[in-house]
């Protein structure tokens, strides 16, 4: 299903996530947000999943592009 939504478009989500996770973590240090261990784990599972989902989507983009590049010689 994640493959379905193509590369550009999980790399946009990846980078949304990973956002979220640094700016819930940035709001923490800085004492907006009270730190809780509920927060502390939103944060860093955001930041997580942001990155492996990223990084499905450029092996995605890269293999689709790969693809192409092989074909045009």
Request: a positive charge; aromatic letters at 16%.
């Amino acid at each position: 299903m994640i493959f379905r939504l193509g590369p550009k478009r999980l790399i946009w989500i990846a980078f949304g996530l990973l956002m979220a996770g640094v700016i819930i973590a940035f709001l923490m240090v800085m004492q907006v947000l009270k730190s809780t261990l509920f927060l502390n784990f939103l944060s860093f599972f955001l930041s997580f999943i942001g990155f492996v989902i990223g990084m499905i989507g450029t092996s995605l983009y890269v293999a689709i592009h790969r693809k192409k590049d092989k074909d045009r010689y």
